[in-house]
């Protein structure tokens, strides 16, 4: 793939709603700090307009996107060219124009995932258990594919989860709900559904059942401390929130869209800031 030549002066992140996204506040710290004349800007595009949004994004200069719900699958379904691993998910979260005007997708929420799970330390070889079977459980699953551990998904509805396991090629366990049954001894549990958000039910999960150095990953960011990772500090078990997802996930949009790495600058406190100033 040949990318647009130049300096790049703009990109952005499109979604629907997108008024939450952190992303303009990081990206626009790194760009800030590395000094290059560029900005990120958040676009709001119905689901209707997003493929005649996406089109004209070469002609207007912007370097490329990223992409959130709802648009990730057609976003993948709309690009001329794809990577890998975005085809292997079946959806992207970023959009790169070309240098013959066309668009490249990619995926990097698998980057994310593997930051995160990296930065919670080794989860030892014992199950894994999987919460959701959505478009953010894709991106874990595809983590967890790589492995040899034993995977459990948890979903409501039980056939969904196994074609999500069909697809990724997993003889997972699948279980309705996160009981005894279903965490018992688990190394590692990643909740990829939106459950703990501000405004959103709880999980009623069996934490108790896990082993007692497990690992628990929640991808929600808002709150930071969700009550999934609230009960497992409580219970002296390691807890991952889902800003570092977010950030892992966006280094590498930042380096495709900007060319080059984001600057060494503690982005973390300056999203938890944030955070707090929206309250």
């Known amino acids: 793939m040949s990318r647009a030549p130049g300096r790049p002066t703009a990109a952005g992140v499109a979604g629907w709603p997108v008024a939450h996204s952190l992303s303009p ?11 290059i004349p560029a900005r990120y800007a958040a676009f709001e595009v119905s689901p209707d307009q997003f493929e005649q949004t996406a089109r004209a994004l070469p002609g207007l200069g912007v370097r490329g996107i990223n992409i959130t719900l709802p648009h990730k699958e057609a976003a993948l379904a709309l690009a001329d060219a794809a990577s890998e691993t975005a085809r292997r998910i079946g959806a992207a979260n970023v959009l790169l124009t070309t240098a013959e005007g066309g668009l490249f997708a990619d995926n990097t ?32 699953l595809a983590v967890l594919a790589g492995t040899d551990r034993e995977i459990r998904i948890v979903n409501r509805t039980p056939a969904r989860a ?12 699948i279980y309705e709900s996160a009981g005894a049954e279903a965490l018992a001894d688990a190394a590692l549990i990643i ?19 896990a082993a007692p150095d497990a690992l628990v990953f929640d991808m929600v960011y808002d709150p930071l401390e969700t009550p999934l990772l609230a009960a497992a500090r ?18 590498p949009s930042f380096e495709a869209f900007f060319g080059a790495a984001p600057p060494d600058i503690d982005i973390r406190a300056r999203l938890v800031e944030e955070l707090e100033a929206r309250r």
Request: charged letters at 15%.
């Open 191 to 209: 909740n990829a559904t939106s459950l703990g958000m501000t405004g959103q039910p709880t999980l009623g999960i069996a934490l108790d059942a």
């Open 109 to 140: 929420d698998v980057a994310g995932v593997r930051a995160a799970l990296g930065e919670g330390g080794d989860a030892g070889a014992g199950p894994a258990v999987l919460i959701g079977a959505g478009g953010a459980a894709r991106a874990a």
């Open 234 to 251: 409580a219970s002296g078990r390691r807890a991952v929130d889902g800003l570092a997802m977010l950030i892992g996930q966006a280094r």
């Open 162 to 173: 196994r074609t999500l396991a069909d697809a990724f090629g997993v003889d997972a366990v």
């Open 25 to 35: 506040t990081m990206m626009n710290a790194w760009l800030e700090a590395a000094g």
